[in-house]
């Protein structure tokens, strides 16, 4: 009794609260290990946004030393990629095109994340959640704008969250591992998309390998005039929001982080996991599937074989940069989008290749990744010294 009284007074001073505790073997220790583990998460918060902030600072500038080291000057090319990203009106409505997709493939791969699950399949979840969103844009007819944007804009979620709902389902059903059938179902993916757009929603007479355009009342409007920035941003930014309310503001989210801690764990505590993991892989790859429908109806207009240049692989590298947090990820999709939207003006004005801003995104990534890392440690060794001392004074 004077360990469960102990286990409920540290409860009582985490942010966090756990389920009910039993007097059952191992449920005390498995509970507290939970509420340990939420508690240096919650302290970590600004430790986490510093550490992953100076280490971005360290990989950029080491970017820099390899421009001046292969023969290019650094600060032009600093300027050239800034002018390109935020000079003008024109550039910053680019950057704000190349984020929104970012955005939407990043919470897709850390809702999943968060769940201890690893979803390397936002690039088909993309292309098939555009895929249902043309068909919805083109096929369906006589609805006014007020009530077909938003339907296609859901069917664009649906198609992405139930192609990542296969992979949901084997993993629960058979135990297949989630990273091998979402990379699969990438290739499936891409190849259907082909097939469709060269076959049964080629645009008459068939010349072009191209669908046709979404009607008008399927299109996200401008949101910068003169620009080819749209309201798919603003979009992105209200499921930023709703991401965090989900994770951190409910219940069901409170068990899928707990689950991310420990799947076993959170299974022996009376959590659902199977039916968590089918709701996160259908959600995750909803989000995935945004990103390509927001690319339809905001800027191509129209289904292509090649709709992506990479955006949902980007979105792997936007997550592990912002830690898996909303407010990390709008900062990563932020840097990845001003990479792709500054680099063209780079090589014009600096005549540095484009091929290095690829370069300087790995330094991010593996700086961001091995400092979060090394922060991880430093926070399991300072979990480890407070149970201690509270073990001593108990």
Sequence with gaps: MHELRRIRNREKRSFFKVRSIKLKNGDVQVKALFTSKMKTQGKAGVQQILVSFSATVFALVLGMLLIYAIGFDPFSAAVSMVEGAFGSKNAFGETLVKMTPLIFTGMSYALASRCGLTNLGMEGQLYMGALAGTAT??????????????????????????????????????????????????????????????????????????????????????????TRAHWGFVIAIAFVVLFWLFLWRSKRGYEVRVAGLNLSAARYSGIHTNRNILLVMFLAAG????????????????????????????????????????????????LFGAFRAGGNRMQIRAKVPNAIVSVVQALVIFAVVASQMLLDKWNEHQMKKINRQESEVA
């Design 287 to 334: 989000l995935a599937g945004l990103a390509g429908c927001n690319e339809i109806l905001g800027i191509q207009i129209r289904m292509i074989p090649e709709i992506s240049p990479g955006y949902g692989f980007d979105g792997i590298a936007v997550s592990l940069i912002g830690n898996n947090t909303p407010f990390g990820i709008v900062i990563g999709a932020l």
């Design 137 to 226: 844009g083109i096929y369906v007819a006589g609805l006014p704008a007020a009530l077909h944007l938003p339907l296609t804009i859901l069917a664009g979620f649906i198609g992405g969250g139930l192609w990542g709902l296969i992979a949901g389902a084997l993993k629960v059903r058979f135990g297949a591992s989630e990273i091998i059938t979402t990379v699969m179902l990438n290739t499936i993916a891409i190849s259907f998309i082909d097939y469709m757009v060269n076959g049964p929603m080629i645009e008459p007479p068939g010349i072009n390998c191209q669908t046709q355009p979404v009607r008008s009342s399927a299109q996200l409007p401008t949101l910068i005039s003169g």
